[in-house]
């Protein structure tokens, strides 16, 4: 059984105390925080266009082992610099 010690120094704000850190930094975060990444990290990226109302905007689209994982807005292709509400519903699909 681990010792009390030991249980207390994996507990992020006894980190921020003893090494005097602000807590915004990596000493605010668990173990399983730091572990953690997002989805599209390892993901392909193909650049496509919005098929919906024909003004052009361009799309994101992140995909894994021929699953779609996420679509976002080409901001460089967007005509108003925003993505559109379609494709912020779209990747919730």
Known sequence: MPSLTA???????????????????????????RAMHARIDDAKVARSICPYCGVGCGQLVYHKDGKLISIEGDLRKARHRISCLRIRVAKRK
């Open 7 to 33: 249980l207390l120094s994996k507990w992020p704000v006894i980190r921020q105390i003893r090494e005097r850190a602000d807590g915004t930094g990596l000493e605010a975060m668990s173990d399983k925080t």
